[in-house]
Structure formats: C-alpha cells, structure tokens
C-alpha cells in the first residue's frame, strides 16, 4: 500500500557519465510526474559539486532521493554510497547490486555461479588488446565492462574488425569484454515491485541494438509479448528474477536476453546484462512494459519513491 503522505524528494539527474543525455531525459520524465504527483521536490544535477548539493538537501528536509541516473559515477553504487553515508533513503538497487551489475565482467561470475545461462567469454585488459588474440570465433561482441546505453560496443564480423572494436572499448574501460555472439531473439524481462512484467521482443530496423536505435523513437519496433510459446515464455520470467534475485537487486530493474535454437528447436536464453536504474525516456522499455500491465508512468514513479531505502536500514 502506498503512503498517502507525500514525501519530499531529490531527484537526481544529469551526472558525469557518458549516459548523461539520457540521465537528463529520465529526469525530465520524473519532474513530471512528481508535480503531478504532488511530491514537493528539488532537482540536483550530479556535476563536481554532488555532494555538496545533495548533503544541503538532506539538511533542508529530503526524505527521499529518486535516482534518473543512468551509467558511471551513477548506476555503478557510487551515488548509491553517498546515499548511505549521509542515511538518505533512494530509488532502486543497493551498493553491491548496482556495482556489481554494472560490472559486466563480475554479472557473468555471479550468474555463472548460480547456473543461469551467459553467452561464453573472454576478459582483455586495454594495455594487452594489442597482442591480443581470441579464443572465441567470429562473429563476437566486443564491450567495455562497464557502461550502459551500448556505448563501446561493437559486433565484430571479421577479424580485421577486432583491433578497432577493442581500441574503441578501451575509450570507455580498462577491462573488455569479449562474448560469443548469440544470433537470435534479443529481448528483455522488466520487474517491478516484486512483479516480473511482460517481456518485450526488440527488432531493431537497422544494425543492432545501439545507441541511436534505444533513443531514436521509430529506428526499433517492440513486440509484446514476444513471438515465443507459452513455456518458453515462463522460462525466460522465472529466470530474469532468479537474476534479479541472486544480483540483489530491489524494487526494479530490467534483464536483458537473447535468444537461440538449440537441441530439438528448442528456445535456449542467455542473459546478457542487468539494468539496475532502467532509462524511463519516451523510448525506454520499462515504461512500456508497466503500461502493458495498466501501471502508468505517475503510478511507477510513486512506486520509486515509496520504495526508497538503505542497505543498513534498521541494522546497527
């Protein structure tokens, strides 16, 4: 049950990442709904002088922090253990979810561990990619370990591709990822609330799955529910909250899959990566998802709010 009693709020946006563009359009979303809400509230942008802005909300009555964070120095427990430092209450996953999952490298050791399917990898650290030759055949994907929003990533076809792929992952990280590519279905499974929401089919009509397709409205067409049977539908559910659950994460997030045949055609997922803090653009996939089970925008971000807490609350 929601409390009537309307807290006040920090919403934090913007930030020094490289997903600030969609930080600030996850923030604007939020702005929204608080007035309409009727959340009193302050915006803080998350530049050099965050923890001085967020320490004077705090002193000025903030009950609550709403994270429209996305990426580095954000959605990797950063703002997350300043959050805890100061005992202000926030949106979303914990310390140790959020840096581990946005660590894609230490994601796959965990799921790996509890015998949810990853596609197969390889780790390169950037002072090695120059004499570096991998063990996984073309086609492969090539990514920094942490970052969001498709930034650094390159679906390499040909072996002449691969110097430039990991020269452009080195921009964003010290560590690369290197993954088998998975030819099929790419969808992903959102949760909220406790609740795995219907999963979303992505088609995107160019390329993969980048940047310009997540944020481009009309470059990518999103099928829901997917064209999958039944059980294979209850599967990927039952494992995107396994994920969810043994990464720790709490009130949302968003798994990411693919899709292959297997033995006797049948649908084999693979997670790809978790979303702890899920963009809510006009193009992000967890609105769409929460629409489909009649929660609307204001309503998910009551939800956010309401569920605002700390990793050591109520513990000495």
Same mark, same amino acid.
């Given at each position: ?9 920090? =919403? ?53 922090? =709403? ?64 004499? $570096? ?6 086609? =492969? ?67 993969? $799955? ?11 067409? $999103? ?25 720790? =994460? ?67």
């Amino acid at each position: 049950m929601i409390n009537s009693k309307k807290k006040k709020v920090v =919403l934090l946006q913007g930030g020094l990442g490289a997903e600030r563009e969609v930080s600030l359009s996850t923030g604007k979303g939020f702005a929204q709904a608080l007035t309409e809400l009727g959340y009193p509230f302050e915006v803080v942008d998350c530049k050099e002088d965050f923890l001085e802005q967020i320490s004077m909300a705090k002193k000025n009555g903030a009950e609550a922090a =709403l994270l429209a964070l996305h990426g580095k120095y954000a959605e990797d427990g950063i703002v997350q253990g300043i959050c805890e430092y100061i005992k202000l209450p926030y949106s979303g996953s914990g310390v140790f979810a959020s840096a581990l999952c946005m660590d894609k490298i230490a994601t796959k050791e965990v799921l790996i561990n509890h015998q949810i399917p990853t596609a197969k990898y390889e780790v390169v650290h950037k002072d090695s990619i120059v004499k $570096y030759r991998p063990k996984i055949e073309v086609p =492969l994907v090539v990514k920094p370990s942490r970052e969001g929003s498709s930034f650094g990533v390159t679906i390499v076809k040909d072996e002449k591709e691969l110097a430039s792929a990991l020269r452009h992952a080195a921009q964003y990280d010290s560590n690369i990822l290197i993954e088998d590519f998975i030819d099929g279905m790419e969808l992903t499974v959102p949760i909220l609330d406790g609740k795995v929401l219907t999963p979303i089919e992505i088609v995107p009509k160019v390329d993969f $799955y980048d940047y310009k397709n997540k944020y481009t409205a009309g470059r990518t067409e $999103y099928i829901m529910p997917p064209r999958i049977d039944a059980k294979t539908m209850k599967h990927v559910q039952e494992t995107a909250l396994k994920a969810f659950q043994v990464c720790r =994460l709490r009130t949302y997030g968003r798994i990411d899959f693919r899709m292959t045949k297997v033995a006797d055609n049948e649908n084999r997922a693979y997670v790809l990566e978790i979303n702890t803090l899920p963009g809510c653009t006009p193009t992000s996939l967890l609105p769409k998802a929460a629409r489909h089970e009649n929660i609307d925008f204001n309503r998910l971000v009551e939800i956010l709010v309401e569920r605002a807490a700390l990793d050591y609350q109520g513990v000495k």
